[in-house]
């Protein structure tokens, strides 16, 4: 019987260790409770109407059906035998001798639970299409109110975490607000929308250099996006946002909050501790050995945003696609050296640079030591994620969807979906 390799989580991580082990002499097993990889980079931009959820998403199927050794089954892992070796799916079980989990994170609020029904995150396509919807149903709302202050409410948005899923979403709203909309409403003017970014830190895209950061900040200040540093959301109501800057309070009427904030691991984490010892961070991540394994426990690995992975400065690695990618391709390399009889060194990652977008034509880019801000940054910021798009027809269709933007500077995905008539 070959080697069977489960892998829990179709991600960067699970699905680049799959086809890294294309040929292997081992049985690969997929699981996911969706039938498609997400490219969660470009998530912001279906939220804002710029792409369409088909744009980034790979059925997993379709990418591996040319991978003989490979299967994918659509279910949902709910605990792990580890005596076993089994993994339990809420509708059976599968077993294997190597187990990688990637099922990386979800929203994290910090203890406040009960704000994500009014301030949704970005990690699902249902989460990008839900703030879509806000978005688009708040300036409809706002073309029919008649009271000035709720108007001035509706037209407000409030987006929490100055990371860069933060600072991305800030300016592509500002860029709906005071460029797509600009013609279509006879009531109102969408450039009179706040867009108000609050990061607890004092700046935002705190992993950056500084001088990006503040770069970054005057980009968004064209959009009209008003960034507000070392402040804090204390509350958030159905019609307000209660914010606080050093002894300072502000209400903000405020019908649209966004939450860009903060990430929990997946509750496997908590699973994995329970049955193997295993230590976790403050966010649930798991503490892995240097070759990404658990103590005690070389047969299972834990990768992605899952994985806290400590670097040489002490520092895990930042929860980030490129991570990732790497430690899905050292696992199946890993996996290969151990079938042959071979050793492999400590993973290592190769980072290759940081990059955000922060507007139309304007990014700001760090590539070792290069710092790049602007259109030159955009365009890498293009070149890069056309080239880590998964299927060949996603990036020939994004690729046409940027063009078109960036020329006729229409979104043509401002779709409201669900139920579209909400009371603001």
């Known amino acids: 019987m070959e080697h069977r390799l489960v892998i829990i989580g179709g991600g960067f991580g699970g699905l680049y260790a799959a086809q890294s082990l294309k040929n292997a002499a081992l049985e690969v097993t997929l699981i996911d409770r969706r039938n498609f990889h997400l490219f969660q980079p470009l998530l912001y931009q279906v939220a804002t109407g710029w792409l369409s959820p088909a744009n980034i998403a790979s059925t997993l199927r379709a990418v591996l059906k040319r991978q003989k050794n490979a299967r994918v089954l659509l279910g949902e892992a709910i605990d792990i035998d580890v005596n076993k070796r089994q993994v339990m ?150 019609d307000a946002v209660i914010t606080k800057r050093g002894k300072s309070v502000e209400r903000i009427p405020c019908h649209t909050v966004l939450w860009a904030a903060g990430v929990r691991a997946s509750f496997l984490g908590e699973i994995l501790s329970e049955k193997t010892g295993a230590k976790l961070d403050r966010s649930g991540r798991v503490l892995v050995e240097p070759d990404l394994s658990l103590l005690n426990h070389p047969e299972i690995f834990v990768i992605g945003d899952l994985a806290n992975y400590r670097q040489p400065t002490g520092q895990p690695l930042p929860g980030l696609a490129p991570v990732a990618m790497q430690e899905g391709e050292y696992v199946a390399r890993l996996l290969r050296n151990r079938l042959d009889g071979k050793t492999t060194a400590p993973f290592r990652y190769k980072d290759r640079g940081n990059m955000a977008i922060v507007g139309r034509g304007s990014a700001v880019a760090y590539i070792g030591r290069v710092q790049l801000a602007g259109f030159g940054a955009w365009l890498a910021w293009l070149f890069v994620h056309i080239v880590n798009l998964i299927e060949f027809e996603n990036k020939i269709l994004v690729l046409v969807q940027w063009a078109w933007y960036y020329f006729r500077r229409n979104r043509a995905a401002r779709l409201i979906t669900g139920d579209t008539y909400t009371r603001q």
């Open 89 to 238: 799916l809420a509708n059976g079980r599968v077993d294997y001798d190597t187990l990688i989990v990637a099922t990386g994170s979800r929203h994290h609020y910090f203890g406040n639970d009960h704000w994500e029904a009014l301030a949704p995150g970005l990690k699902t396509i249902e989460d990008a299409t839900e703030m879509r919807r806000r978005i688009f149903l708040a300036f409809e709302a706002a073309e029919r109110e008649a009271d000035p202050m709720r108007v001035r409410a509706l037209l407000t948005f409030i987006i929490v975490g100055g990371g860069p899923t933060g600072v991305e979403l800030a300016g592509a709203l500002g860029e709906i607000a005071r460029d797509t909309l600009i013609n279509d409403f006879r009531s109102i003017d969408p450039a009179d929308a706040r867009i108000l970014l609050i990061e607890a830190a004092d700046r935002t895209l705190t992993t950056y250099p500084a001088e990006l950061s503040k770069k970054a900040e005057k980009f968004l200040s064209r959009v009209g996006v008003s960034v507000r540093a070392n402040t804090i959301v204390t509350a958030i109501e159905h």
